[in-house]
């Protein structure tokens, strides 16, 4: 009650004003002061002890979400980021888990030797696990270190008996293998008996181009390496194929402002000398392409353009003496039927593409312009 309102209530009643204010000032106000202290002394000590809990529990909170114990990924990423960047951190009481995402990180981010140290100590956790053994596998691949990641699958596998890790030791086994990016790292190449004739194993960087090729006959010996560089948007250093023997060899394209093709240049002989080169040109809707040796002697001339609904190409080589391109060839492409003719223009032949019910292409016919067939081939 206000002392405004306690006001109101003396004025109406003199009497009480004169014998009992005093009286209750002096007595019964220190004694209701007192009650008070006394009934309010423990609502306090209980309200400090819920207070210091509180804090207490944050203060435990906070530490098991800064350390990752606990929390959404996030605060286990901020974990795994600080023991990636910090060796000093410590990691003796990090869990299974924890050790899981630390080495899937270091994967993703390429750190291959903290990843495969982080798999392996998870293993030692629970060696039954099989993420561990796909984590360790996929390193290896990624690595072109295929003898490993097979000594993974296969130990892996005969530990859990996981058909993942069978699929694993299949893939690697064929000599064709693909990451989890779904990027190939090695290629090989087979006869009709199924002997090994070359193959190819690459690595990539970071945006999943390749960052180099390495080509290996069937006994293994290495008959090309290219270190491939995709840096400049305007110079694009990358490789080739020979289709028979598999060597791969060093091709660098320059390109102009719009992006157009100006210059190829094929290192593809012992040395750099053994090469040629191709310079673009357009005129109009064709596209003129004119290969060169290393010294820039003409060899020939590709003319490329569409003609209505047909897709032509013309072949020329060139004759010095007369100082001019004389056609070898030309083909007239319509759909998947491409018809092919000599340098006077008579048709020497033409080709199909066959194709499922789905569109996809399933073979190779070769016919006379007569129509028989000269040959087929299916598509495996």
Not at 5 to 22: I, Q, Y
Not at 195 to 214: A, C, M, P, R
Not at 361 to 377: F, K, V
Request: aromatic share 12%; net charge negative; glycine share 8%.
């Amino acid at each position: 009650m206000s002392e405004e309102l306690k006001g109101t209530e003396e004025t109406t009643k003199p009497e009480t004003e004169e014998t009992t204010k005093p009286e209750t000032e002096e007595t019964t106000k220190p004694e209701g002061d007192v009650v008070s202290k006394k009934k309010n002394g423990p609502l306090i000590a209980v309200i400090a002890t819920v207070v210091f809990v509180i804090v207490l529990t944050g203060t435990v909170l906070a530490v098991l979400f800064a350390t990752g114990k606990i929390g959404n990924g996030k605060n286990k990423q901020n974990m795994s980021d600080k023991y990636l960047t910090d060796p000093s951190y410590d990691t003796t009481t990090l869990s299974y888990e924890e050790l899981l995402q630390i080495a899937e990180k270091a994967l993703d981010d390429g750190d291959y030797d903290k990843a495969v140290e982080n798999y392996e100590k998870a293993l030692e956790l629970d060696d039954m696990s099989v993420e561990a053994y796909l984590g360790l596998i996929e390193v290896y691949i990624r690595k072109n270190d295929f003898d490993k990641a097979l000594e993974y699958a296969k130990k892996g596998f005969e530990k859990t008996g996981d058909e993942r890790l069978k699929e694993k030791i299949d893939m690697i086994e064929s000599g064709n293998i693909v990451d989890s990016r779904g990027l190939i790292c090695k290629k090989t190449m087979y006869d009709a008996d199924n002997h090994i004739l070359y193959w190819q194993e690459f690595t990539y960087d970071e945006n999943g181009l390749e960052k180099s090729v390495t080509s290996y006959d069937a006994n293994g010996n290495q008959t090309g390496h290219v270190d491939c560089d995709h840096s400049n948007p305007l110079l694009e250093v990358s490789y080739c194929t020979y289709s028979d023997s598999g060597k791969v060899f060093k091709s660098v394209t320059e390109y102009d402002e719009s992006k157009r093709l100006i210059k190829t240049t094929y290192y593809g002989g012992e040395t750099e000398n053994d090469g040629w080169y191709v310079l673009y040109e357009y005129e109009g809707e064709k596209n003129i392409q004119t290969q060169y040796s290393m010294d820039g002697t003409i060899e020939v001339r590709y003319v490329d353009y569409q003609d209505g609904d047909k897709h032509v190409t013309e072949y020329y080589h060139y004759d010095p003496g007369m100082d001019q391109f004389v056609m070898n060839s030309k083909q007239v492409a319509e759909g998947d039927r491409t018809y092919c003719y000599d340098g006077d223009g008579n048709m020497e032949y033409y080709y199909e593409e066959q194709r499922n019910s789905e569109g996809v292409i399933t073979g190779y016919a070769e016919y006379n312009p007569d129509g028989s067939l000269i040959r087929y081939e299916v598509y495996e």
